[in-house]
């Protein structure tokens, strides 16, 4: 018997354990009901995979590039907050893993560490996520550190304007780490706890009235690149990169914001179509296998990213966890394309793979079943 996790799936049940209850709801939970969630995994397994015979497949890269730069698979670490609660060297733990795989990480402004502390650790491209404040100096003071410390673009997370309804979290009272992030700004008479990923209402700092204008202020006014995070309708990946964002993450936030959203996956090719080559699209949101990997790469997205399977490889075994659970997802990978024969991620395309049973093409109309 294997004594390793053999899935990301296996990964998250030890690390159920290893976790302290409050936080593993706060990291596993999402809104409400949780129906995006559920949703999110059901639409993944509903679609088909074409597998093409005799390609030569001997040789298979899954290297490719974001934002100019290159990555050694098509899965970044998305940010998420308080690497903490799952391991005591937090986001040092695993911006390790990420250089050590070849990978973007996208830091969260929510992390337990400083971004300063997490630049001095890494040894690969690095992103900074953050938020549109009500203080304009504050949006471009933070913009300015990550740039400072080496980060080489910044990420809007659009999204997260409005405190969501969570309901384990309300049973647990749960009450999130501050990051020391914020710890040097002066925040003046601004209210809100910097509870990770849980903003406290309209006292909140986040600028709840910004507009694609704001977007196109930022983006001009600062030296990296723009990365937007949370698109789920193709009229926003239009306007996102019309107002100078140069990569979208088609994202609902894991389904920890809004309830009842569409999957990803579907959205995604109504963005990449929207989008129309005028910025870069990638997608996260329930990836949890290869195959899922493969499916958004068929439907346009250019890279994936992943969020709670790295509170699991951290919970499991710190860094070398973080690195376990990108091993087994590009090993997954692997397997899907050559069994697929695509041997490179340009090779994958919508052609290999289904939506609906191709039972359907063969019996087009009801009166054929009789
Ligand atoms: C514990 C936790 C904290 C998160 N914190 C942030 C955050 O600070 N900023 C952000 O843009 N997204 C945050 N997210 C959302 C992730 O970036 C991502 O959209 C989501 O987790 C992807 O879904 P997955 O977890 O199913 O992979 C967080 C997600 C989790 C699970």
Redesign the pocket.
Known sequence: MATEPVNIFEYEQIARERIEQGHYD???GGATDEIT?RR?RAVYDSIMLRPRMMVDVENRSMATTVLGQEIALPVML?????HG?AHPEAEIATVQAAGAMGTVM?L???ASRTLEDVAASASGPLWF?QYFFKDRGLTLEMAARAEEAGYSAI?M?L??KIKPKRERNIRNDYVGAESPNYAQLDLGTHTWKFA??APAGPSDIRDVASTWDDLDWFASSINLPVVV??IMAGEDGRLSAENGAKAV?V??????YLDTTPATIEVLPEVVNSVAGNAEVYL?????RGTDIFKALALGARSV?????L?WGLAVDGSPGVAAVLELLRDELDATMGMCGCPTVESISSATIDTVSPLLASFPSPADFR
């Open positions: 706060f990291i596993a969630i999110t998305d940010p998420a907050g308080n609660a996208v969260s402004s929510h996520q990420c997370t999204d997260a990770a990923d995070k949370g993450i994202s609902n936030h894991g389904g920890r996260d949101g329930g990836v949890r990213l992943i969020g709670r399977p509170f």
